[in-house]
């Protein structure tokens, strides 16, 4: 359900990937002030996301999902402003977090996108309820799911995961929210990774 990346562009907005834990907060600490629409920054929405996860009980895998689900943006040059925006910054990020954090973290990235248009597919009003960036690029993302995709979807293992990664993404625009920073997830994060590596 995810695509390959597209080619590369001159003149794109390209960070080099992060492969450790270490990386991945610092790409956030260092470029994450750049505004992605809806009057938010990358870290803002991330940490509103994350909030938004902690606030639902959510496990340590899906928060960590939660504060990384878009870090694709900063690899394949995309951004929600973007009227070419596809759903490449979802498997993307799959990708970069799936080696450091496993499947219970990266599953859900990879298919958050996918999950917005089954509830566009499913809920009309849904959509209306987007916010205007996100209303902007559905259709370059794929539009409304046909029957087999919307099937394959409601089947999938990660379904109830990536919905609720959705509705956070969803929620986490707010204009000057106050949340916690990104260093009070590192620990939890490291206890991720720690767990992904020895295989627990």
């Known amino acids: 359900m995810t695509s390959p990346l597209p080619p590369r562009a001159p003149g794109d907005l390209r960070h ?5 834990l270490d990386e991945l907060f610092a790409l956030y600490e260092e470029h994450g002030q750049r505004n992605v629409g809806d009057d938010v920054t990358i ?3 991330a940490l509103q996301c994350a909030d938004l996860a902690v606030a639902d009980g959510a496990t340590d895998e899906l928060i960590v999902a939660a504060l990384f689900h878009d870090v694709g943006w900063f690899v394949t040059g995309e951004g929600p402003r973007d009227h070419l925006l596809t759903d490449h910054h979802a498997a993307a990020g799959a990708r970069i977090l799936d080696p450091i954090f496993g499947a219970a973290v990266a599953q859900p990235v990879a298919l ?3 999950a917005k248009r089954w509830r ?3 809920d009309p009003d849904y959509y209306d309820e987007l916010s205007e960036g996100s209303k902007i690029n559905f259709i370059a993302q ?8 919307r099937a394959s979807f409601e089947a999938h293992p990660g379904f109830v ?11 986490a625009k707010v204009r000057g929210r106050t949340v916690r920073g990104l ?16 295989g627990t």
């Open 16 to 20: 080099p990937t992060p492969t450790s």
């Open 43 to 45: 870290v803002e929405h």
């Open 112 to 114: 958050h996108v996918t």
């Open 120 to 122: 566009c597919t499913i």
């Open 142 to 149: 794929g539009g409304p799911l046909g029957t087999d995709e």
């Open 161 to 171: 995961t990536a919905m609720a990664l959705r509705s956070w993404d969803d929620r």
């Open 183 to 198: 260093a009070h997830y590192r620990v939890r994060a490291l206890g991720v990774a720690r767990r992904h590596a020895s």
